[in-house]
């Protein structure tokens, strides 16, 4: 048996359950998850885990992950902890827990969402949305890649966010993932769908952690963890969406996430994404546009030391014309550790009149430390105004001569300028308490 058909088999062997009795499931909406899954596994058993020989692999080795044999994940009891250490004041009324992938009612409390959108899990959905869910649940594009493929033929449970037409939110809806290691390898899979109806407007924060961490990934487990997770998320015409996509993982654990993301006409989509944690973590965010004139805003921090490897793989389908959609993300690496950027924006002859520019900047602090980046553009448009480029730099001894002579010792010198740099990202966060949490694990990990 192959690495992929074991992994295949842990994953459709989760114990999570499909439907929750209490809220009364329709019987298609059973049949449909079924049918997904299956298409899903079909998929899987024809495809082969990535190797350095694929492209888009070609700087990612996942040797490490292949060397353990993952189990699937247990539902767990709530953590000693709770959720205290991870709770964010503006959303202690607005937020879907899942501690191993399972939905937590517990640890959950959305009482201080308006009337006119759902947020819980799939056994809560209403009947009126399990007739629409068809439309949405695994269609988005790229959906037979083969972690997303493994994430679906899964599929027991997911986060739902659904707003309706015309409906505005202006609380942030928090979405925490908890994984909760043991005593073998565990594989942990994560399923988010966000629908933002025609006119409407929403913004959700999407965030990783590793139970009873110290806020900043260093988890004292007994063995690492793998997590798979899939977030679709569909943006209506006229709707805006801003997300938040935050990973601070155990520093041992490995993280796959994709992103992605339909853009409906006139649609406006940001995304702030932030990685901090797992030894080695990847995001593959994905922008499909599916109508003319919309906009889209990327921005991301990846911040790895010790020996991590912080990927992120991104692509922006430009299919329409009047499309605008700006990127910049940032890398901070320390140690030994690697940075990998690779970012996409295709823009071909149907999608005149684009506007789009991408920037990757990464900041070294260290001779070992390394970042592979790879901005591209492929365009086959004429009558476009589009840019890229990627810098790359060290800490300048003149600023820090500068601050040293103002009485700054050396150590909070490098991270002032360390948190200058990240700021810039972090001040985009949807949250004030969140980025006051993100400062703190960069200047935990920039020490």
Known sequence: MSYLDELLKQAVASPAPVVNPQYGIAPPIAALLQQVRDNAATWVRELAMPTRKDEEWRVTDLSGLQALTFQAAPPEAIPATGVAPFELPEMLDSRLV??????????????????????????????????DLPKYLG??????????????????????VWIAKDVAVDKPIHLLFMAVPGDQPRLVQSRCLVVAERGSRCTAIEEYVVADD???????????????????????????????KIQRESTSSFHIGKSAIA??????????????????????LEVYQQGEGTYTTLNGLAIAAGKQVSDTHSAIV?????????????????????????????????????????????????????????????????????????????LEEDELFYLRSRGLD??????????????????????????????????????
């Open 214 to 244: 110290d806020s900043c990934g260093n988890f004292k487990g007994n063995a690492p963890y793998f997590t798979n997770a899939v977030t679709e998320i569909w943006v209506a015409e006229n709707a805006q969406v801003t997300h938040a």
């Open 410 to 447: 050396p150590v909070m010198s490098r991270n002032l300028l360390i948190d200058g740099f990240a700021g810039e990202i972090l001040q985009e966060l949807p949250s004030g308490a969140l980025q006051t949490k993100i400062s703190r694990c960069v200047a935990c990990k920039s020490i």
């Open 98 to 131: 899942f501690v191993n992938g399972c939905y937590s009612s517990e640890l959950s409390n959305v009482s201080g969402l308006p009337e006119g959108i759902f947020v819980g899990n799939l056994g809560q959905l209403p009947e009126l949305l399990q007739t």
């Open 139 to 160: 269609n988005v594009e790229g959906n037979k890649e083969v972690f997303t493929s493994l994430n679906t033929a899964g599929l027991m449970d997911a986060a739902v």
């Open 318 to 394: 430009l299919n329409h014309p009047h499309g605008t959609s700006k990127q910049l993300h940032k890398c901070i690496i320390d140690d030994a550790a690697q940075g990998i950027f690779n970012g996409k924006v295709f823009v071909p002859k149907p999608a005149q009149l684009t506007d789009a520019s991408q920037l990757n900047r990464t900041l070294l602090l260290s001779p070992k430390a390394r970042v592979d980046t790879k901005p591209q553009l492929e365009i086959t448009a004429d009558n476009v105004k589009c840019s890229h480029g990627a810098t790359i730099s060290q």
């Open 263 to 284: 853009q409906a006409k006139d649609s406006n989509y940001s995304c702030t994404a932030v990685s901090t944690g797992g030894l080695l973590s990847r995001h593959n």
